[in-house]
């Protein structure tokens, strides 16, 4: 018995060890190259494409009023008009986006420990919602419209300025969503989880707190409902914009 024993004790010992070496190999592998490739799980690694050596490109929207954003990067939006997108960076990266149904996305798997982040302008066509999947970074600058619903799902963080005369926000995770110098008459904010939210209604603002979250007012306005389940917080900084 004791030598039954010992004999599969070695032999976990040993597959132990293999394990402990393939690891190693492929973490080292990663590291020369700055990033860690995760095809093992499906899809093509990221890379360029034949003959991609582009570090620019224009992409034809596809039509859809709204933008979901899962890309490591800077995108930015401003408002007037046009139907293209343009992205720029690593050629490994430029090759692999796409845009399906407002989602603008990769169609290949690696991470590249941030270093090699693409720089995206969005067609400048009226959207009716904006979200980041991930950890992205949205920039809205000069709005002015009617209604608008942004989201977050991740670490990702959007900032806005200009006028929403209903605005809502929607964040699922640490998302940090500033719309603080957005002005709007009514702005709703949910929030699942740890994430930060400013805005600055001047008549309405309805919020929802689920977790740790944080929702900083800009603004006094007129009317307020709070729910919080958690040690989430409501402050006032006032002053309006």
Known sequence: MASKLALVAFA?????IVCMGAAAAIGTKGMENDDFDFSLFGGPSCGRLDGGTATARDIAWD???EVVLSVPGQVH?????????????????VAHIRVRDGHVEMDCHRWHGGRRELN?????REFRKFGVAGSGKLLLDG???????????????IRGNGRVENLDVHIAGSGDADMGEVASEVA??????????????????????S???????????????THIAGSGSIRNVGGGI
């Open 12 to 16: 976990g010992f040993t597959v132990a």
């Open 63 to 65: 039509g859809s009023d």
């Open 77 to 93: 939006y401003t408002p007037g008009g046009g139907e293209t997108l343009h992205v720029s960076g690593d050629p490994g990266l």
């Open 120 to 124: 995206i302008t969005l067609p400048g």
């Open 143 to 157: 709005l002015n419209q009617d209604r608008l619903k942004v989201s977050i799902a991740g670490s990702g963080t």
């Open 188 to 209: 709703r904010v949910h929030i699942a989880g740890s994430g930060d939210a400013d805005i600055a209604p001047r008549e309405e603002a309805d919020i929802h707190i």
């Open 211 to 225: 977790g740790s979250g944080d929702v900083t007012l800009h603004s006094n306005p007129a009317h307020m409902e």
